[in-house]
């Protein structure tokens, strides 16, 4: 077993084990790590806890130390800076005449580098503006090009259901989602009501989606021919979550068909709707 913290550097970013080195942690307080990009500052949202060797990719970086007030006044400075560098960098970029947009500005706490994250439809020269960066803020710098779903969760917004989007306030990483999910959920195929505003399918497809699984594997297939104690018919529609079918019946082959709704323990599936294979827009919203 080994002792590891989580610690997170972004409000709804990546948590990411360290060794404690023998000091006791507390969820919220602040810590001084070295990572890939340089010392930084983080919050640990996971306490002191042993886990499975296996369960992390050693070496482990160890815990430089817990943040000082000094440290956290370098912090807030530092988040000054950046303000400063994102005006400075989106005046430099309308000058190249550049085809990228500015969506944020990253300084690492030992003021080693900065990290501008931007978006574009292609491929951008900004060799110049990183010289000219550089002579400016005399330090390290990085050009980032994210995608969409990135651009959502730094900026944040307000989603279809009135709420701050999911990315940007706890989901620390993306998960694929899939118009199968939509399906399964007997949501519209619309991508205008299951797309988010980052134009990609909404991350929430994925939260019901083992219940809905486990659910579907129960009920038969629209178009299937049942039996009931009203007579034989065809399945015109299922509900997922009440696991009840609408169905049209006879009570003998020259009756007129009437509606009625069944639990699943009141029929019998007695043929199967065969389901011809066909193209589908899948890929479009695959992400």
């Known amino acids: ?22 000091l006791k942690m507390l969820r919220g307080s602040y810590v001084i790590v070295e990572t890939a990009r340089g010392i930084e500052c983080g919050t640990v949202i996971k ?23 000094e440290d956290l006044l370098i912090e807030e400075k530092n988040k000054i800076r950046e303000k400063e560098a994102f005006d400075i960098c989106l005046e430099k970029i309308a000058q ?33 503006l990183v010289k000219e960066l550089a002579s400016i803020f005399r330090m390290r710098i990085e050009l ?24 940007a306030t706890f989901l620390g990483d993306f998960q694929p989602v899939s118009i199968k ?6 949501l519209s195929l619309n991508p205008t009501k299951i797309s988010g505003i980052c134009g990609r399918l909404m991350c929430c497809l994925k939260y019901e989606e083992d219940i809905y699984e486990e659910l579907n594997k129960n009920l038969p297939n629209v178009g299937d021919i049942i039996t009931t104690v009203d007579g034989t018919g065809e399945i015109l529609s299922t509900n997922v979550l009440m696991q009840t079918v609408k169905a049209a019946v006879r009570k003998k082959e020259n009756d007129p068909p009437t509606i009625n709704f069944y639990s699943l323990d009141e029929i019998t599936v007695c043929k199967q709707k065969k389901v011809k294979k066909v193209k589908t827009v899948e890929e479009q919203y695959e992400q």
């Open 1 to 22: 077993m080994v002792e590891i913290i989580g610690v997170r550097f972004k409000k709804a970013g990546k948590m990411y084990y360290f060794d404690p080195d023998g």
């Open 47 to 69: 306490e002191n806890t042993l886990v499975p060797d296996e369960s992390i990719v050693q070496p482990l970086k160890k815990v430089q130390r817990q943040a000082t007030e």
């Open 96 to 128: 190249h005449g550049l085809d990228m947009k500015l969506i944020d500005v990253e300084i690492t706490f030992d003021q080693i580098k900065l990290i501008f994250y931007f978006t574009s439809d292609g491929r951008v020269d900004f060799r110049e």
């Open 144 to 167: 980032r090009q994210i995608g969409v779903r990135d651009e959502a969760k730094m900026r944040n917004g307000i989603g279809i259901c009135g709420r701050p989007l999911c990315c």
């Open 181 to 186: 999910m939509a399906k399964e959920q007997s």
